[in-house]
């Protein structure tokens, strides 16, 4: 299974006005698996487990769970995929390389 990086934007922000608690963020892009994605609030990188759970993946769209309430003039969550230069090189190469050209390169 590849992802399609042409239908996706893989960062997603959202705002939690001052004194309001959120605690679920939809993650709207594909990903594979929660290590895939940095989560930050107000610019500080958080902690998978630690600081947030994740439901979703394995090529679908998903969603973060943690407990953010607004800080004085409010809070931003961002959401960002996070693969290795290797594993988007190759997923973007199965998604454009037509089979006979892939197939002759490689053997």
Known sequence: M???IADNTPR???TV??????????????FFSEADLNVYIDGTLKTLTTD????G???STG????SVTGASGGSTVVTSLSIAAT???LAMLVETVPMSVASATTA
């Not at 608690?21 to 709207?28: A, G, I, K, N, R």
């Not at 969603?63 to 943690?66: C, F, G």
């Open 63 to 66: 969603s973060i769970t943690m």
């Open 12 to 14: 997603v922000s959202y």
């Open 57 to 59: 993946g394995d090529g």
């Open 2 to 4: 590849t992802i399609n």
């Open 87 to 89: 594993e988007l090189t």
């Open 52 to 55: 947030y759970t994740v439901t």
């Open 17 to 30: 006005a001052q004194g309001v608690t959120q605690t679920s963020f939809t993650v709207t892009f594909e």
